[in-house]
């Protein structure tokens, strides 16, 4: 099982806000990385470090992180943001890359 | 470009070797991974290996696979190869290579392979 735990499923409505959440021991010493996927596909990197986006990435979405805690946030969902999320950093040890359990956004 | 290469399909207890051919970067870049990840229904996404030369080659495993798993670049053909030894059905995923950029706390990868589903059966 993975070191980084995130909420099976979530949902959104057109235009709402939702925060899909990345908790694990390392996060109080490590900043993550985001990543969207949809069916098919590779990831896609949205995210990554404090809140930094990647080179067309809109800016709907954005990051932060608090404690044991990193939090992807879509503001104004669109219908493409249905996908799947995975975190991504470092484990408690340190010495190995882990990517969370991933998180099922549905679009309403 | 990443383009993956490799067999589909893998008896148990035997190696899984996969290839991942580099076009517009250099495998012995010092500002580049090279790196394979799977992704499985039970497993979710799962990082395997790194290498990336920074002054001289360094190697990086992941926990599950750290025992089996080799990850070999090579110079002369511009591309990096995973080889799993003593495979199980438990290995049976897509496989992707990609690359990434240091950042030191998490994988910045900003390119792809293609992915490559192993099945791992008799």
């Known amino acids: 099982s993975s070191e980084l735990t995130q909420d099976p499923a979530v949902s959104v409505a057109l235009g709402q806000t939702v925060r899909i959440t990345c908790q694990g021991n390392s996060l109080r010493s490590y900043y993550a990385s985001w990543y969207q996927q949809k069916p098919g596909q590779a990831p896609v990197l949205v995210l990554y470090?404090?809140?930094n986006r990647p080179s067309g990435i809109p800016d709907r979405f954005s990051g932060s992180s608090s404690g044991n805690t990193a939090s992807l946030t879509i503001t104004g969902a669109q219908a493409e943001d249905e996908a799947d999320y995975y975190c991504n950093s470092r484990d408690s040890s340190g010495d190995h890359y882990v990517f969370g359990t991933g998180t099922k956004v549905t679009a309403l | 470009q990443l383009h993956q290469s490799g067999p589909g399909l893998v008896q148990p207890s035997q190696t899984l070797s996969l290839t991942c051919v580099i076009s517009?970067?250099?495998?012995?870049?010092?500002?580049?991974?090279w790196t394979w990840i799977r992704q499985s229904p039970s497993r979710g996404l799962e990082w395997l290996a790194r290498s990336y030369r920074r002054s001289k080659w360094w190697h990086d495993y992941g926990a599950s696979v750290k025992s089996r798993a080799t990850i070999s670049p090579d110079t002369s053909k511009n591309q990096f190869s995973l080889h799993l030894k003593s495979v199980t059905p438990e290995d049976t995923a897509v496989y992707y290579c990609?690359?990434?950029?240091?950042?030191?706390?998490?994988?910045?990868?900003?390119?792809w392979g293609q992915g490559t589903l192993v099945t791992v059966s008799s």
């Open positions: 517009g970067d250099s495998v012995s870049s010092d500002t580049a991974g």
């Open positions: 990609a690359r990434d950029r240091p950042t030191g706390d998490y994988l910045m990868i900003d390119f």
């Open positions: 470090g404090q809140n």
